[in-house]
């Protein structure tokens, strides 16, 4: 394999695209609500992913931003600092349980976004909603009408 082809490889995070939801959902977000990525992803990957697929964020923060991953709460609560909020005044929206668990043990609004097929059709996950989880929601365009976008 050549070099070049090997190094286009190798950014092919950076090239993702959207789920089909996702511009969409985020632009109704972003009519009522700040909107922001939180990602263990640094922010060259998540601004090349955002550029390429057009996600509206408002803010592009990564665990970068305050050295440590998810799940740290100082990463949850770098994102409470970074916009002078409460805890309470923000909400996660992810795929992932593990993930609303912590920024929910920290005092953050969960909102849990089925993405059943994220490990690929032959290997389907659970999507149960969980009570914990403040909101649950078939897309983010569900969220969006959920909480009135």
Avoid at 21 to 48: A, M, P, Q, W, Y
Wanted: net charge negative; aromatic share 8%.
């Amino acid at each position: 394999m050549a070099e070049t082809d090997r190094q286009h490889l190798n950014l092919i995070w950076h090239r993702l695209t959207p789920w089909p939801d996702s511009v969409e959902g985020l632009t109704r977000l972003k009519s009522h609500f700040t909107i922001c990525s939180l990602s263990n992803g640094n922010i060259g990957l998540l601004c090349n992913m955002t550029k390429n697929a057009g996600i509206p964020w408002d803010c592009i923060l990564s665990a970068e931003n305050f050295g440590k991953y998810k799940p740290h709460p100082d990463t949850y609560l770098g994102v409470v600092r970074t916009f002078d909020l409460q805890p309470h005044q923000v909400m996660l929206a992810a795929a992932h349980h593990s993930d609303l668990q912590a920024a929910r043990e920290l005092g953050l609004k969960t909102a849990y976004i089925e993405r059943p097929f994220e490990y690929g059709r032959d290997n389907p996950k659970s999507v149960a909603p969980w009570d914990m989880n403040d909101l649950h929601s078939t897309s983010i365009i569900n969220l969006a009408e959920q909480l009135g976008c």
